[in-house]
């Protein structure tokens, strides 16, 4: 299917953070070093300095103050901020950087070239035309490419976690050589199939309950009645009768992005149940899903519409009658 602007800027997104999630260790932007006990963080050793205060080198207070600023303060700052981005914009992370999510969508369109299913637990595979008005005819010699893209990128994954936790250029010397220690080894063998088990039968799951980063993301997003969400502009519902439900054919968390907020829990802000409206709708001014915010998230939120302090507001914001308190702003009335 073509990729609108949009989904090519997230593709972008995405892959600029995959590349990221494997280079940030032989970089030393970040990685848990074993065998050195302490972290990297942006090419500098991570340590709180406890070595110096045993031999003696610091003071307690200056050990303390390590712990402070340079132990807990970053991580309590980015948690901080990750969590502000989610209470605003939701599960953006998840959407548009997480290298867990553009093996799902992966994994997903691959399926879908294969059986016309999201997955393998769905019932009914979803309609072969697309909201770009191309058709996608199953074909099961795509089963062979899904098997094999699942085993690869789960050996990346694999590889990439063993290099977070030892000497990257050990790691990737060792593998080159074929010099992999006995534990080395079974870490790449244990990991690669427990996350090829896990790409192939349980990608979605993973998302929705066992992610911790999702969870709470999605918890404080849901703690935002604002925040930015998917909306469906009822008053163009009728267009809707012209289209095959492509949003809730193309979601890759199997949601059904014309309901309220909260059956939209897992929502990962990926827009492209927005891109496949816009392009189903292209005849038209405007599609009726999009991204909507304050007044208009409310009404998603809440399914009522936004109660306003401000008695001057116009009625037509708020989707209430017009009265003398809420005067129209277009008419007058
Ligand atoms: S509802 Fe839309 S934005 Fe949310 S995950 Fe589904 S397709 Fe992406
Ligand atoms: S909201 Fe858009 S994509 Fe979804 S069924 Fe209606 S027209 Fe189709």
Redesign the pocket.
């Known amino acids: 299917m073509a990729r609108t602007k949009l989904q090519l800027q997230r593709f972008w997104f995405q892959s600029g953070f995959f590349l990221l999630f494997i280079l940030a260790p032989p970089l030393d932007l970040l990685r848990y070093d074993l065998t050195q006990g302490h972290f990297f963080f942006l090419g500098m050793n991570w340590t709180l300095g406890i070595d110096g205060l045993i031999s003696g080198e610091i003071s307690p207070l200056e050990a303390a103050m390590n712990i402070i600023f340079i132990g807990f303060l970053p991580i309590a700052l980015t948690a901080a901020g990750l969590i502000w981005i989610a209470w605003k914009f939701g599960r953006l992370y998840c959407g548009w950087l997480c290298p867990h999510f553009s093996v799902v969508e992966m994994i997903n369109k691959l399926m879908i070239r294969a059986s016309g299913k999201h997955s393998i637990w769905e019932k009914k595979p979803i309609p072969e035309l697309q909201a770009d008005g191309s058709y996608i005819k199953p074909d099961k010699r795509f089963w062979l490419v899904t098997v094999l893209a699942a085993l690869f990128f789960a050996f990346i994954w694999a590889l990439s976690f063993l290099t977070y936790l030892l000497p990257p250029f050990e790691i990737y010397s060792n593998l080159i050589n074929w010099e992999l220690t006995g534990n080395q080894a079974r870490f790449l063998g244990v990991g690669t199939l427990l996350l090829f088990i896990e790409f192939m039968f349980a990608r979605h799951l993973f998302c929705r309950f066992g992610c911790a980063v999702g969870l709470f993301q999605s918890l404080a997003w849901m703690g935002n009645n604002r925040a930015l969400v998917v909306g469906?502009d009822k008053q163009q519902a009728n267009?809707?009768s012209s289209?095959n439900?492509?949003?809730d054919n193309i979601c890759p968390m199997r949601l059904k992005p014309?309901t309220i907020k909260r059956k939209m829990f897992t929502c990962t802000e990926c827009a492209q149940?927005i891109s496949?409206?816009e392009q189903?709708?292209a005849a038209q001014p405007s599609?009726?899903?999009s991204w909507v915010t304050d007044a208009d998230a409310i009404v998603v939120a809440t399914d009522k519409p936004a109660k306003s302090t401000d008695p001057k507001q116009s009625c037509t914001a708020l989707n209430e009658p017009c009265s003398a308190q809420r005067p129209c702003q277009e008419t007058g009335g």
């Open positions: 469906f267009l809707c289209c439900n492509a949003c014309r149940c496949a409206c189903v709708q599609a009726p899903l």
